[in-house]
Nanobody
Framework: QPQLEESGGGLVQAGDSLTLSCAVS????????MAWFRQAPGMEREFVAS????????LYPGSKKGRFTISRDDVQNTVYLQMSSLKPEDTAVYFC????????????????WGQGTQVTVSS
């Protein structure tokens, strides 16, 4: 199964933008669904976005479409999460995850996870 490594988190101010990266290695993952989840302290892991690595088709929950954009670079084997107009409530550990198709929103269905990257948004 693929190995995933997130990077790009940090401390930003409300209204800022930030792009997270997920480097994927160790497997043929072209027919995988890649996703970003986030987890705030004391909260359940929350689906943010997913992308079909080969086709580039995407899946978003309705509440985040427009501020968060998932993309992939199939040459660099990297998945990105572009976040704009960040709010303090976006503060969380952001995780990259992989599963076989189809794209789905439940974290229990994903079998490969990165270690996470912390995003903190100050007001």
């Amino acid at each position: 199964q693929p190995q995933l490594e997130e990077s790009g988190g940090g401390l930003v101010q409300a209204g800022d933008s930030l792009t997270l990266s997920c480097a994927v290695s160790g497997h043929t993952f072209r027919n995988y669904a890649m996703a970003w989840f986030r987890q705030a302290p004391g909260m359940e892991r929350e689906f943010v976005a997913s992308i079909h690595f080969s086709s580039g088709r995407t899946l978003y929950p309705g509440s985040k479409k427009g501020r968060f954009t998932i993309s992939r670079d199939d040459v660099q084997n990297t998945v990105y999460l572009q976040m704009s107009s960040l709010k303090p409530e976006d503060t969380a550990v952001y995780f990259c995850a992989a599963k076989t198709l189809p794209m789905q929103v439940s974290p229990e269905l994903y079998f490969s996870w990165g270690q996470g990257t912390q995003v903190t948004v100050s007001s």
